[in-house]
């Protein structure tokens, strides 16, 4: 059964989830805040997230992507396609997990670049691992060990994204 043992509850994401959108809240207070979830794996961390927040946000959109089964490619697919107007702004990426960190690290060189006023990085998930890229996250959800985890977003080759809770995957 590739659906393993519960690791992340939905009502343990929504609690947290609440928290870190008080904090980014209160830390951005009287600002407006450009929010870039990538996607899928954040799609419902990302609109979840947003709606905690209670100061004036507007969100763009990245696709990405460097899995394929249950491994990082190490390439990052999609940066190219990074689109809006960054320059002067507050902006807050949002991911489902750090691993690697390679993800994190190119994007934020990327946007950096495009020489916001603040960059701040929100993750759901960071796995204990040695990273590939010297990067952490401003806003961590839960630490977890290094195993892959599928459910609420994280997918196995596009599957499973749905489900409510974060499990651990089982290989076949
Ligand atoms: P890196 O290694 O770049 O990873 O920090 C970030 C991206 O890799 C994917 N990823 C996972 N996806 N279960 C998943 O479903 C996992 O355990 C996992 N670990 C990494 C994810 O897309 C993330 O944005």
């Known amino acids: 059964m590739p659906v393993g043992k519960t690791l992340i509850s939905a ?13 980014i809240s209160n830390d951005h207070a009287g600002k407006e805040l450009v929010v870039l979830g990538l996607m899928n794996g954040s799609i419902f961390f990302l609109t979840d997230l947003l709606r905690s927040i ?24 999609g940066i190219e396609n990074l689109e809006g107007e960054f320059r002067g702004k507050h902006v807050l990426v949002v991911d489902d997990i750090l691993d690697t960190g390679l993800t994190l690290s190119k994007l934020t060189a990327a946007l950096r670049a495009q020489k916001p006023r603040s960059l701040r990085t ?26 892959f985890v599928i459910g609420y977003g994280l997918d196995y080759n596009g599957a499973y994204r749905s489900l409510p809770s974060i499990h651990l995957f089982n290989p076949a």
């Open 11 to 23: 009502a343990q994401i929504h609690r947290r989830t609440r928290e870190l959108g008080q904090l």
């Open 54 to 77: 209670t100061i004036p946000t507007r969100l763009e959109t990245c696709r990405l992507q460097s899995y394929q089964d249950t491994h990082t490619t190490g390439q990052i697919r």
């Open 122 to 147: 929100a993750v759901l998930l960071s796995k204990q691992v040695a990273r590939k890229a010297r990067v952490t996250a401003h806003y961590i959800g839960f630490e977890i060990p290094n195993h």
